[in-house]
């Protein structure tokens, strides 16, 4: 490098490490989107609509949320992987997605293109059968899967997702085999056994609270420690005699590794205060997802 080129290099140096925090200071000045990487319905969908209007308002900006559901949650995530580090661009995810998805498949990203923004809620996971179906509790489900293996079929999300992890644990753990079919999320399975296309689903009880609520579907049991509040008559797998079996989803927020520590902390706070906004707590917990 020409040495009079040295302090114009230096000033533009100089510039960037100050144009951050200015810039972080002013934010946000247009619409943040939250991607969903699943269809809409479905857990993250459910938590993302919740928690939107809130930190629109907490932000002073319209907040979106933007489904790109597919690949267990890989499209999506590679979206904002790939998304200008400002701010602007957070994907809606849980662990499995970003941690279990990458070990299972080649992906475009790895946990270390995000930076974490903050925890938005967790949620039991519970096993749904039709309202009017065969199976009126776990014990009759169980009983079906250990006498027919590989006959009685169910959903989950996609490839690593909490849903199918759980079920192979409920596989292993309870010895029995079932015909697991995979979907683009919690929505579309449910449609599936609405119609009858499928036996059972392992579902967060967020995105489908709803239909067992109407009698629809029935929750013939949660997938979590302790029973839930939110379905305190329903049974634990632990209780049907599956010891130590305890799963839950965590779903959190991120943005693109590199965007600016200020924006994250901007970002964090709108969370923190639209998860303690009275409406936004009444409304998670009555779909079983407190944050």
């Known amino acids: 490098m020409k040495r009079g ?4 290099v230096l000033a533009a140096l100089v510039a960037a490490t100050f144009a951050f925090p200015a810039f972080a200071q002013k934010f946000p000045q247009k619409p943040v989107t939250l991607v969903v990487p699943f269809a809409p319905g479905g857990n993250l969908d459910v938590v993302a609509r919740t928690l939107a209007p ?7 900006q319209s907040v979106i949320v933007d489904n ?31 941690v279990v998805l990458p070990l299972m498949t080649k992906t475009t990203y790895q946990l270390d293109n995000f930076a974490p923004i903050g925890l938005a809620a967790t949620t039991p996971l519970v096993i749904a059968v039709r309202g009017q179906g065969p199976y009126k509790d776990i014990d009759a489900v169980l009983s079906a899967a250990r006498s027919k293996p590989g006959q009685v079929t169910a959903g989950h999300a996609g490839p690593g997702t909490t849903n199918h992890i759980a079920l192979l644990q409920l596989e292993q753990a309870g010895k029995l085999s079932l015909n697991t079919v ?12 609405l119609g009858g296309q499928i036996d059972l689903v392992v579902d967060q009880l967020t995105s489908s609270a709803a239909h ?18 939110a379905l305190p008559n329903v049974p634990t797998l632990r209780e049907a005699g599956l010891k130590d079996f305890d799963a839950t989803t965590a779903t959190g927020l991120l943005a693109p590794a590199g965007t600016p520590q200020l924006v994250v902390n901007a970002l964090n706070a709108a969370l923190r205060k639209a998860l303690a906004d009275e409406n936004v707590k009444r409304h998670l917990v009555s779909v079983g997802s407190p944050g």
């Open 5 to 8: 080129h040295l302090p114009a």
């Open 54 to 60: 809130a930190m629109g308002q907490i932000l002073g």
């Open 68 to 98: 790109r559901a597919g690949a267990g949650g890989a499209i999506g995530a590679s979206y904002v992987a790939r998304a200008q580090p400002d701010g602007y661009t957070l994907l809606v995810s849980t662990p499995n997605a970003l």
């Open 182 to 193: 995979p979907y683009k999320g919690s929505a579309p399975a449910l449609t599936d056994l």
């Open 212 to 229: 067992i609520q109407s009698g629809m579907l029935r929750a013939v049991a949660v997938m979590s420690k302790e029973r839930d509040p």
